[in-house]
């Protein structure tokens, strides 16, 4: 729902680059008419902990606003958000890095939302640093933090998939036999023995959306892709060579990350497509649009996070690890809502997950 009384994007966008600019007076007013209730009555009632960790009221708003439609969804994030506020605390009040780390590494909440592959790694590691300013800055302690950064987002991810599978796509996936399958899962990023070399999770949603709108696998889905934008495109004055190059640099990741309106851009392109080749009125799939766009977007942000995983040193099976982390909180979000899915088979794992 657009609300036109919200400050500007660019207004939005100043405030957080400078955060030592106070914002007027009618900025304010705007930004707390738009506030949740939930947000407004805590932002006003005294914090029983003691102390306001800012981080984790901007998830909490994140979670109290419509990013999950079910109760269930909302209150296990939120219980979450109650549970990290409650760990940041304790970890405030602990004096030197031994202390500070070993009260981390022992936490049941990292245990259960971090990566698993680094528990032991973690726990290691406190038992040896020194108890300096240094070890605040462990090499091998901020690894661990970092991959259980990543595998929380992940998770969360996991679960907005799963909330809008279960309350507006439920009877569709029952309906095309998709109830096991994790959607989103192929474009994880996997590594490949022979090549030596992951897979290029943008370049993979690529060719899922040039499927789905008619390539029939013969020659490059980009190629595909360009003309097929080109040709959609209102002016019709855009080469298809300079559409294709545009994807390609998205798969290679250069000149920045593309604007969603660009991915939706070509959503909109791939829609009408499809459309014209199924003979329906394309202005009716608004929506498709939107979610392939939105599947570009995912993968985008997959590859700059394998970029990432492997900047911070980690491994190939540590990457995998963290990235594993998605399908199993699908799995565990789906338990949760009351659409449990069937165990896993591991002869067939391998190839579900369709995106």
Known sequence: MER???PVAKTIAKM???????PGRSVITRLFRAMPVEVAERALRIRPEGFIWPTGEQWRALFISSFFAHPAAKNFWLQFVDSATALN???????????LWY???ASPLVSRFGCPAFRIACTAQTEIIADNEESFDDPILMKCHSADVISVLLRIVAWHIADIVVT??????KQDAQTDLVPLESLLPKFDENTNAWSNPTLSALEHLASWCG???KGMAITYLGKLWARHTVSGSTEATSRMRVLRNWTQRKKGRPKFSSLLDLANAAVSERCMTDGVDPNHHDRDAKTQAAILRWAETLALLLAYLEFQGLSV???SEVM???????RTARRILGKPMNPVDEGRAASSGSA
């Open 168 to 173: 507006d796509f439920w009877d569709m996936v």
């Open 317 to 319: 099976r540590e990457i």
């Open 103 to 105: 009260q981390y590494a």
């Open 324 to 330: 594993s982390t998605y399908s199993d909180e699908y």
């Open 215 to 217: 390539w029939q696998r």
């Open 89 to 99: 605390g304790e970890m405030q009040r602990k004096n030197g890095a031994v202390s």
């Open 16 to 22: 957080t680059a400078e955060p030592s600019v106070r």
């Open 4 to 6: 036109r009384y919200l």
